[in-house]
């Protein structure tokens, strides 16, 4: 019971540090530049970014839990998008095509999850390959050209509005959701913690642990899926080159939202707060009028900064417990 | 136990690796009897170069159980900061400052990569991913981005040297092998006898194998990881001049993604990716399948929008074949 308590608190201290980290941007733009900032429009096109790269963290988050990794999220979030993109140039039902983009995400998610799983390759060399089959097969179908001027049904998804609020915050708050219930209510959720805190130990009491990885990954792959139907609808376009630079903002997403890079330990909360806390720095950054590429290098560094806080605030945690427990 | 030997000989990663190699080579020139003359070896040695030395870092770092994907972004800085300096700053026309600048670089970023890894012990791959961006969107925040295409005289000079000119008899065409291509070379052959040979490369071999064990028997872990990462660095440094000199062109983003292939050439020439295992040789043997293919898809006739897919499986089924080996190997010395 006292260690539980322990471990909960450790974490809190994480979210809090989020906060704070959050608090401290906000303060800083109110004293640079609050007139532009904290503005209607800024929010809407804050809200109008987001939800693409957040929903791509959820799929980084469920395998980074079970001690992989997936670097072909992107492969798959453009595979997906042009399947979508393709469908409904050639004058199919949204609906459908959203669905079969969703199929062809949680199939190339399968497919790496059953190499992985099966075969007992690192989950890293095998996503990496997956990125470069599926840019490739993305590049071949389209042939290089983007697939440009969609429906105006299905532009509406990502740049519609529900009354005030742009509609993609719902899609993204309706996948945070189901992502938090999945690894909090289900079995498989508890599956994906277990196999990731120890790999060995799962297989022993019982759980096969092969199904457990195809379905984290089918899984990932079908967030990856949802992100490349929003991503599409939202810049009207599909290709191969979309969204490069995710890679390593989802990977920052996810460790600085205090899940580790090990595997066994994280929460969708917190990794919902590092999607909010970068895209408020993201903006700050467009507002300032900074190169982009000096948001890469502070991006960098805060990758640096969030796993050495991990490392501190884990050793910390350790001396606690280990103080408490002889006395 | 003879025969049995031989068969272990005759089915090992290097020689499937080589019988793929020479069945590529027969299909390719089967289509294109231009294939086979002195011309494609020297292309191939052109191409081969920078992957050459960028898997041998790569490898040193694997073998001792991390993985660098922080090259890329080294390299470019290494080859654009002396050429900035070079065309903006202050002329030095001297390819000794240039290499200088380019190492000294290398080995900074090296030294943060083994700090971060081996002193911080955070996952490498997110610590060198972490690197890479630092080096790169820092590099283009203070420098901006533009591309030096005309050498100092003395690298043109280099640039100038051949080891061999080939002069196609038909085509008139000329095919000069650079000087720089002993790099490689030499590089190639000091690591494989540092590995083989060397209280460190044993270490090396120790530590991607088992860490603890490693420390147990008195090898100075972090020491090792440090000087894994350093050479990286500073090759990587070297190999980014290389690139230079040949290429005529420094930019900011000329090897980004490099690191895919590189790490699929050493995957497929057998280095385990969980470390401890490979050897130069087998590395050398994946550089030249892969860039075999790369180079020569054109000549199957494979549409060029095809080619980055058709390269992802081949390097795929690579990965998938040698694993598949590793496992093999294992069950074998359990029985």
Redesign the interface.
């Known amino acids: 019971m006292n260690n539980t308590t322990k471990t909960s608190k450790q974490r809190d201290d994480h979210i809090v540090v989020l906060f704070g980290m959050m608090i401290f941007v906000l303060v800083l733009m109110a004293i640079l530049k609050g007139k532009t900032y904290f503005t209607m429009a800024n929010l809407r096109s804050m809200i109008f970014q987001f939800p693409e790269y957040g929903v791509l963290s959820f799929g980084m988050m469920a395998c980074m839990i079970a001690g992989g990794?997936d670097l072909s999220l992107v492969g798959i979030m453009n595979l997906s998008g042009v399947t979508a993109a393709l469908m409904i140039k050639a004058g199919l039902p949204i609906p459908l095509a959203i669905l079969a983009a969703l199929a062809v995400g949680t199939a190339c998610g399968a497919f790496n999850g059953f190499?992985i799983g099966s075969?007992?390759?690192?989950a890293?060399?095998?996503t990496?390959?997956?990125?470069?089959?599926y840019?490739?097969?993305v590049?071949?179908i389209?042939?290089?050209p983007a697939v440009n001027n969609m429906t105006d049904a299905f532009k509406n998804i990502a740049n519609g509005f529900v009354g005030p609020v742009p509609g993609v915050l719902f899609i993204f708050i309706a996948v945070a959701l189901l992502v938090a219930f999945v690894m909090k209510y289900t079995i498989f959720g508890h599956n994906i913690y277990f196999l990731g805190s120890n790999k060995k130990a799962a297989r022993y009491s019982g759980i096969d642990t092969l199904k457990t990885i195809v379905m984290t990954h089918a899984f990932s792959g079908l967030l990856g899926a949802i992100s490349g139907v929003i991503i599409t609808s939202h810049l009207n376009s599909a290709k191969s080159s979309n969204g490069s630079t995710y890679t390593?903002l989802s990977?920052l997403i996810v460790?600085l939202g205090g899940v580790n890079?090990?595997g066994g330990k994280g929460k969708v909360i917190g990794v919902t707060l590092s999607i909010v806390l970068l895209q408020l720095i993201a903006n700050a950054f467009t507002i300032m009028r900074a190169?982009d590429?000096?948001?890469?290098?502070?991006?960098?560094?805060l990758?640096?900064v969030a796993?050495?806080l991990d490392?501190v605030l884990e050793k910390r945690a350790l001396k606690r417990a280990s103080r408490t427990i002889p006395s | 136990m003879k025969e049995k030997n031989k068969y272990a000989f005759l089915t090992s990663t290097q020689m499937i690796l080589v019988y793929v190699i020479i069945a590529f080579s027969l299909v390719v020139g089967f289509r294109q009897p231009a294939f086979f003359s002195p011309a494609t070896i020297i292309t191939i040695c052109r191409t081969g170069i920078f992957t050459m030395c960028f898997a041998l870092c790569e490898m040193v770092v694997i073998l001792s159980g991390g993985i660098d994907v922080s090259f890329p972004a080294i390299g470019c800085v290494a080859m654009y900061v002396p050429m900035y300096i070079v065309n903006r700053v202050y002329k030095i026309d001297s390819a000794f400052f240039a290499f200088a600048v380019a190492i000294i670089i290398g080995l900074l970023f090296g030294l943060l990569n083994g700090f971060l890894v081996s002193v911080l012990e955070l996952p490498p791959l997110i610590a060198t991913l972490a690197t890479s961006s630092v080096a790169s969107g820092g590099v283009v925040t203070l420098l901006g981005t533009r591309e030096f295409t005309n050498l100092p005289s003395s690298l043109q000079a280099i640039y100038n040297t051949n080891l061999i000119t080939y002069t196609a008899p038909d085509s008139g065409f000329t095919y000069p092998l650079n000087v720089l291509i002993l790099v490689p070379v030499v590089a190639a052959l000091l690591v494989s006898w540092v590995l083989r040979k060397t209280m460190l490369g044993r270490g090396l071999y120790a530590i991607g194998g088992d860490k603890n064990a490693a420390r147990v028997a008195g090898f100075n872990v972090r020491k090792l990881q440090f000087i894994a990462y350093v050479f990286s660095g500073v090759f990587t440094g070297i190999a980014a001049m290389i690139y230079n000199i040949l290429m005529h062109s420094a930019t900011t983003s000329a090897l980004m993604g490099d690191e895919m292939i590189t790490i699929a050439a050493c995957v497929i020439g057998g280095v385990r990716i969980t470390g401890g295992h490979g050897t130069v040789l087998g590395t050398f043997l994946g550089v030249l399948l892969i860039t075999l293919v790369q180079n020569n898809l054109n000549m199957l006739g494979i549409p060029t929008s095809w080619q980055r897919f058709v390269v992802g499986i081949v390097i795929l089924l690579g990965t998938i074949l040698t694993s598949w080996q590793a496992k093999r190997s294992m069950n074998a010395g359990r029985a």
């Open positions: 990794i190499i075969l007992d390759i690192p890293m060399l095998v990496l390959c997956g990125l470069e089959v840019s490739g097969l590049l071949a389209t042939g290089g390593l990977l460790v890079p090990d190169p590429t000096l948001k890469t290098f502070t991006n960098g560094c990758l640096v796993l050495i490392v």
